[in-house]
Every structure is written in structure tokens, then in C-alpha cells.
Nanobody, 123 residues
């Protein structure tokens, strides 16, 4: 599946952004999906994941602030980010794993397909 992210940008501390990831080539309802982020010289870290049955997982650092969701009709994955902090600044990537469920939804090695990323800057 091909993935294209959008929705990144610059936002003030406490602000909100909604990232989108449009999929093509297959239907995302068949996939476990995830959002990851990366800053230079750091490992890519899992932010949120959603299994094909709709169950979700979040990194502790974003719980209560970020919400992952999917719109199967539009083949799109979302990440709603509220109360943004400077430490949320990163390149954000969406990822897909053709599976019903993942054992570790925030582990990057679980995913096979990746988008090109969208930059989020919080200041």
C-alpha cells in the first residue's frame, strides 16, 4: 500500500494539528496502521497505533493529547494532536502492516509500508 501524509506545519505551544495519511493500492481496513515520529539523530519512535479491529495504542508521552483514527470509506488514517508541546516537534510518518493485529503496535519493525513524512514544529 502507498501512503502519503499531510497536515503538518508550525503551531504554537498548546495548539492543535490533524495529520492525514491517504492510502492507495489497497484498503486500509485490512491493515494495522501506525503513526511514528523522528527527530534528527534519534530513533524513529511509535506514537500511536490502530489495529484492523479498531483497538488503539499510544505512547505514554502522547496519551490524552493525541487520537488516532481511520476512515475506511476514504482510505485515510488520521492523527489528531491537541495541546502540542515543543517536544512533539518531529517528522511524522504513517505506516502500515498487513495484519489483523500486531503484537507491538508502537514498534517500527512491525510495519512494512511507510509514507514520506510530514513535518510538525511546535514553538
Amino acid at each position: 500500500v502507498q501512503l502519503v501524509e499531510s497536515g503538518g506545519g508550525s503551531v504554537q505551544v498548546g495548539g492543535s494539528l490533524r495529520l492525514s495519511c491517504v492510502a492507495s493500492g489497497d484498503t486500509i481496513s485490512r491493515y494495522c496502521m501506525g503513526w511514528f515520529r523522528q527527530i534528527p539523530d534519534k530513533e524513529r519512535e511509535g506514537v500511536a497505533g490502530i489495529d484492523s479491529d479498531g483497538s488503539t495504542s499510544y505512547a505514554d508521552s502522547v496519551k490524552g493529547r493525541f487520537t488516532i483514527s481511520r476512515d475506511s470509506a476514504n482510505n485515510t488514517l488520521y492523527l489528531q494532536m491537541n495541546n502540542l508541546k515543543p517536544e512533539d516537534t518531529a517528522m511524522y510518518y504513517c505506516a502500515a502492516n498487513l495484519a489483523i493485529k500486531t503484537l507491538e503496535p508502537l514498534e517500527r519493525n512491525e510495519y512494512n509500508d511507510w509514507g514520506q513524512g510530514t513535518q510538525v514544529t511546535v514553538s
